[in-house]
């Protein structure tokens, strides 16, 4: 008979938290993370120093009108996803080499947590937002 405290799925998220396999993400956090971690240099609306993000899932790297890509990231075939962009945040030179953004999360819950803000932000661009 299994103890009435043990908890399967606690024991689960507790061992994937300290094996540094992400749980699904949390949009609120990721907000909070977006405006500490990327508002710097990104928004969600607009072109900074790097592309706005409005959109993004879904959308192929490199084509945001007006904004200027380094040209290994306009070349790139990659698509805005949750693999993808976990990817791009993990380590952008390793994704894209020649790529111009100096910067990488390296917690993989934090990474989770600003895809899903990111998608969740996705969803609200309109179909002519996503694809400008």
Request: glycine share 10%.
């Amino acid at each position: 008979m299994q103890h009435p405290c043990f908890l399967p799925g606690l024991a689960a998220a507790t061992l994937m938290a300290f094996s540094g396999v992400a749980t699904a993400g949390d949009a609120m956090h990721g907000q909070v993370l977006y405006k500490s971690m990327c508002i710097s240099c990104h928004s969600i609306d607009y072109n900074g120093v790097g592309p706005a993000h409005k959109g993004v899932f879904g959308r192929k790297a490199g084509s945001v009108a007006d904004y200027n890509y380094s040209p290994a990231v306009k070349a790139s075939a990659i698509v805005w996803g949750e693999k993808t962009l976990d990817q791009w945040l993990s380590g952008p030179e390793k994704l894209i080499p020649g790529q111009k953004m100096g910067y990488l999360v390296p917690s993989a819950q934090d990474r989770a947590d600003l895809i899903a803000y990111l998608k969740q932000e996705s969803a609200r661009a309109s179909p002519a937002q996503a694809t400008k």
